[in-house]
């Protein structure tokens, strides 16, 4: 099975390390993992912000690098969400639409594909989830609270695997960061608000680590952490399953 | 680009000055979205009951000319005076004439987004009349001389104190006294006597069954019902997508609507509206006001279905942070963001925007208006259109340049983390709209492309 890594611009240029987990959590599954060099980005900060119609330079690198692969993937649900829902190419529509069907975050992938049921991985922390809402909502990571429908979440059946992890629990269990994408400086005081009242939930339910499946939701509430100098870290999910004993 | 009122950000960034009050006003609708929660899981079949209303609406909108039509023939059997308004001067024009005609200087009005959405009141006063809103919320903002901020709670960023003060001012209450039961009831008095006196009441419409030309009307208060049935003439003003097919169909939207709104399993009242009292006049005027225009664009024809709940308002993050007025429209929320630019796209460019795309909204909404996708299809036109920003076009050309060319966007990235590195203060400073509550994620010396050419020679 050749999988290809996607590792979006900004953990590329910024969170190398989660890319770094990703890959040797893949390879430890034992995929046969290759990092197609010369990736950018999936062009989402442009489409997001109405400007679709710019990304097709994106959309063609994006194409001409996954091209032919078993599966992409990559550790942010946002990212992946966005190739999902808006890979288009003229002229290369069949492997577009072959990599929108064929790609996955890092955690559907181990949880449905790789059908990971156990983890050599250890952790000795109290822990909460950030669930990122392409992922949640957009991709089908976890339940959404506002349905009603029977629990599930991939995020958490991997973490459970990790020996000595804590979860906690949330007073809210999937409210928004207020990342989103460029809203985080156009809609600075709003974005700044709501990640402050997220960090309150996981701080004032013990959480030593935030961990979640997008590194732009993590970078964002990290950077109000180390504002507020506190002792919370962030890591993304794939360092956590990634951390050896 | 010049606009009648302040963007969404900076609105925002006002009502933020003061984080204690945002709390308490996030807070206070997230109560009401737990309550909404709560009764959604009484009833096992609650996302069938969603599917079945969105295809209901579906039907309507693909039928709407037919049942209309329908709805006007049974209305006009039953009594009924039927009027048509392309757009909003001419709804506010039809019910002038039928005020003057009465020749009332003063008239009660339930509550109905739709004359809000046309700017009923202000152009009513203008020609010498006064409206006086019956609904307890709606009464309280029309005392402040301020718009609703919710469309079903319409005071809800008022403090009980707050309106103790506006009840001493305005209905002379005692100083001080904030006791809601003690205000509600010189509320009910302070009305009593305004709905005795008037002649002729307007009311809104929830559902309009085009098979039997009856009316429903929904509140919690009885002040439609106290309006309508005091009255010599009763106007009920409805936008043309309140139809419905049949009255049976109401046993879906029912069950929806308060569950949604309030989290009560109905509202108090669900009052039908059939045909006049013998002596008296019911007017019905069907209001256009740019639905046609968004029932012919594809994307947006959904937003249509929308029975006016409020659940997206309740769950939306950002409303709850940003408060209603932050979106200087009568609709707020991921809805109003959405019926709003097809009003007046230039006016309203702002709203698409004012949201994180989080998707919370669409799946609350008991039609399943896929809300969030809209906004995102918003952004794409308001963006073609040419209402963004020059600055935030340039930039996004510029991103795209780079992200577009993999030999740029590594000499450009390492060139950033570089001056990131070594002169921090190029990006931390006040002009970076990101480093004034946060830092800078910490730029390391190698990018994973670096690493892997490093670690994993192929």
Redesign the interface.
């Known amino acids: 099975m050749k999988v290809g890594l996607f590792?979006p611009?900004y953990?590329?240029?910024?969170?190398?390390q989660v890319?770094?987990a990703t890959?040797s959590l893949l390879e430890k599954l034992g995929c046969d993992v290759?990092?197609p060099?010369?990736?950018?980005?999936c062009?989402q900060?442009?489409?997001?912000?109405?400007?679709?119609?710019?990304?097709h330079?994106?959309n063609e690198?994006f194409v001409d690098h996954f091209e032919g692969l078993d599966y992409i993937v990559g550790p942010s649900g946002s990212c992946v969400l966005h190739i999902k829902d808006h890979l288009h190419v003229e002229g290369k529509e069949q492997a577009a639409t072959h990599i929108r069907q064929r790609i996955y975050e890092l955690a559907e992938f181990l949880t449905d594909v790789l059908k990971v049921d156990h983890l050599k991985a250890k952790f000795p922390h109290k822990v909460g989830i950030h669930q990122s809402?392409?992922g949640q909502?957009?991709l089908g990571l976890a339940q959404?609270?506002?349905?009603?429908?029977a629990p599930f979440s991939k995020p958490q059946r991997l973490l459970q695997m990790v020996e000595g992890l804590e979860l906690v629990e949330l007073k809210?269990t999937?409210?928004?960061c207020?990342?989103?994408?460029t809203?985080?400086?156009?809609?600075?005081?709003?974005?700044?608000?709501?990640?402050k009242?997220r960090i309150a939930d996981h701080v004032n339910n013990g959480a030593e680590y935030i961990t979640g499946n997008d590194v732009s939701c993590l970078?964002?509430l990290?950077?109000?952490l180390?504002?507020q100098k506190s002792d919370v870290k962030v890591l993304h999910i794939a360092e956590i399953l990634n951390s050896s004993i | 680009m010049e606009h009648q009122h302040k963007e969404h950000s900076l609105l925002a960034e006002e009502f933020n000055a003061n984080e204690p009050r945002v709390n308490w006003h996030d807070e206070t609708l997230w109560w009401v979205r737990q309550k909404r929660d709560k009764m959604a899981w009484t009833i096992p079949e609650w996302e069938d009951l969603r599917e079945a209303a969105s295809r209901i609406k579906h039907n309507v909108l693909g039928n709407l000319h037919d049942y209309l039509l329908e709805f006007e023939k049974n209305a006009q059997a039953n009594g009924a005076v039927v009027h048509w308004a392309a757009d909003a001067a001419e709804h506010n024009k039809i019910v002038l004439q039928l005020l003057q005609e009465q020749g009332v200087k003063r008239m009660v009005k339930s509550k109905s987004m739709l004359t809000e959405e046309c700017h009923l009141n202000p152009y009513l006063a203008e020609h010498g009349i006064e409206v006086i809103d019956t609904d307890l919320g709606e009464r309280i903002v029309q005392l402040a001389k301020e718009p609703p901020s919710h469309i079903v709670l319409p005071c809800i960023h008022k403090k009980k104190e707050e309106i103790g003060e506006l009840f001493h001012e305005h209905l002379g209450t005692p100083a001080g006294n904030a006791d809601p039961k003690f205000l509600t009831a010189a509320a009910r008095q302070h009305l009593r006597a305004e709905f005795i006196q008037s002649r002729v009441a307007i009311t809104g419409v929830n559902f309009a069954v085009a098979e039997t030309g009856e009316m429903v009307v929904c509140t919690n208060e009885g002040n439609a019902d106290m309006g309508a049935h005091l009255a010599d003439v009763h106007i009920a003003c409805m936008g043309i997508e309140k139809i419905i097919p049949q009255r049976k169909h109401l046993g879906v939207f029912l069950r929806l609507l308060a569950r949604s709104a309030t989290g009560q399993p109905i509202t108090t009242y669900s009052s039908h509206f059939r045909a006049p009292k013998k002596g008296q006049q019911l007017h019905i005027v069907l209001v256009d006001n740019g639905r046609s225009r968004q029932l012919g664009r594809e994307d947006f024809r959904n937003s249509l279905k929308c029975i006016r709940c409020g659940a997206c308002m309740n769950t939306c993050p950002v409303y709850r942070r940003s408060g209603g007025h932050s979106y200087h429209n009568a609709i707020a929320g991921p809805i109003g963001a959405i019926l709003a630019p097809n009003l007046d796209m230039k006016e309203y460019a702002d709203l698409p925007f004012a949201s994180t795309l989080c998707g919370s909204c669409s799946n609350v909404c008991p039609v399943k208006i896929d809300i969030h996708q809209q906004l995102y299809k918003w952004r794409q036109v308001i963006t073609r259109e040419g209402y963004t920003k020059k600055t935030k076009a340039a930039g996004m050309h510029a991103m795209n340049i780079v992200l577009s060319k993999p030999g740029l966007y590594k000499t450009a990235g390492g060139i950033g983390r570089w001056v990131m590195r070594t002169f921090p203060a190029v990006v931390n400073n006040g002009l970076n709209p990101w480093f004034r509550q946060r830092e800078m994620p910490e730029p390391p010396k190698e990018s994973f492309a670096d690493w892997y050419k490093k670690n994993r020679k192929q």
């Open positions: 590792i611009c953990i590329d240029q910024f969170y190398p890319g770094i890959l290759v990092y060099q010369g990736q950018t980005c062009g900060p442009m489409a997001n912000s109405g400007f679709e119609h710019l990304t330079g994106c690198l809402c392409h909502r957009g959404m609270s506002e349905l009603v429908a809210r999937d409210e928004c207020g990342f989103g994408g809203f985080c400086v156009f809609e600075e005081a709003v974005s700044v608000k709501m990640g009242d970078m964002h990290e950077g109000i180390r504002r």
